[in-house]
């Protein structure tokens, strides 16, 4: 399958690693233009855009800040003129004893990784309404359907995601596609955190692949649903996660 994005202008939110490089890296690689968004990562960030050519640029923000959203919206419209994709991945892990959980525990959580969906897209859909095309990508996770022991916030926070896509879906369709894809256990800095506290991958290898995803094996899910090919999908999640959930 030929994927052309020639022209195509796209903003990836947390890409300056893990996931989010490796989808900005795709998107670009089939020729679109990419911002690779980052917070508190510059040298990274800088290093991926470089490598993803096609005047990519480099934007620092907070996705869970209102106003650093619609600053990074305005400068992304300013530099490219508009926005065709948009991929929220910028996300954060958290593992806990419910019983130990503060308030701001639950609010960083919720607002790194679901608000966060509700301030980029806004600010998106405006342009792309008026321009009568767009698609949007909201990175979940399987935990998101699971639920997990420990890990409360974070799968309420991805089970949020599932159905904001879902709902925005409906409201913006036909010409606005949003989709979004629920990865398994990948292998990336967050992964790594997670298996320092947990002390292992028992539980994320037993699948029936057997082992960890690779960043790059959730990335070609999403240039696939950026590109025409996934013309048919709206409201779908994709679910690259080795056979951990097979719905
Ligand atoms: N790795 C996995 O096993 C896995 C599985 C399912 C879902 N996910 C999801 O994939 C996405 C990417 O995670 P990853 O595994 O690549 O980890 P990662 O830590 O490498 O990437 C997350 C990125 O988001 C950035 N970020 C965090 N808070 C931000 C904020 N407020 N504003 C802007 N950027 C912010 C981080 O700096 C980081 O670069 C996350 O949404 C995560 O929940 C990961």
Redesign the pocket.
């Known amino acids: 399958m030929n994927i052309d994005l020639s022209g195509q202008r796209a903003l990836v ?10 989808i900005a890296l795709g998107l670009a690689n089939a020729g679109a233009t990419v911002v690779v ?5 510059a040298v ?1 960030a800088v290093e991926v855009a470089a490598a993803c050519g096609h005047g990519a640029l480099a934007l ?6 209102s106003a ?1 959203v619609a600053a990074m919206f305005a400068q992304t419209t300013a530099a490219l003129g508009g926005l065709d994709i948009l991929v ?6 958290q593992v806990k004893p419910f019983l130990e959980l503060t308030e701001t525990d639950w609010d960083t959580v919720i ?3 679901l608000k ?1 969906m509700f301030l980029c897209c806004r600010a998106a859909l405006p342009g792309m309404v008026a321009q009568g095309s767009g698609v949007i990508i909201n ?5 998101g359907y699971l639920g997990r022991e420990l890990y409360v916030p ?1 799968t309420a926070s ?1 089970g949020g ?1 599932i159905t904001l896509t879902r709902s925005l879906a409906r409201e913006f369709a036909p010409k606005i596609r949003i989709n979004g ?11 790594e ?2 298996i320092a506290i947990t002390g292992g991958l028992e539980a ?1 290898t037993a699948t029936p692949a057997g082992r ?2 690779e ?1 790059t094996e ?1 990335a070609s899910a999403a240039v696939y649903l950026a590109s025409s090919h996934a013309s048919f999908f709206y409201g779908e999640i994709l679910s690259p ?1 080795g056979g951990a959930l097979m719905r």
Request: aromatic share 2%; charged share 15%.
């Open positions: 939110t947390g890409a300056a690693s893990g996931i989010g490089r490796a968004n980052h917070l508190g990562k990274a620092e923000a907070d996705v869970s800040n650093q929220n991945n910028a996300g954060i892990m607002d790194t990784n966060s990175i979940a996770s399987e935990l974070y991805k995601v894809i629920a990865p398994g256990p990948t292998m990336t800095p967050m992964i955190a997670e994320e960890l995803g960043p959730i996660n």
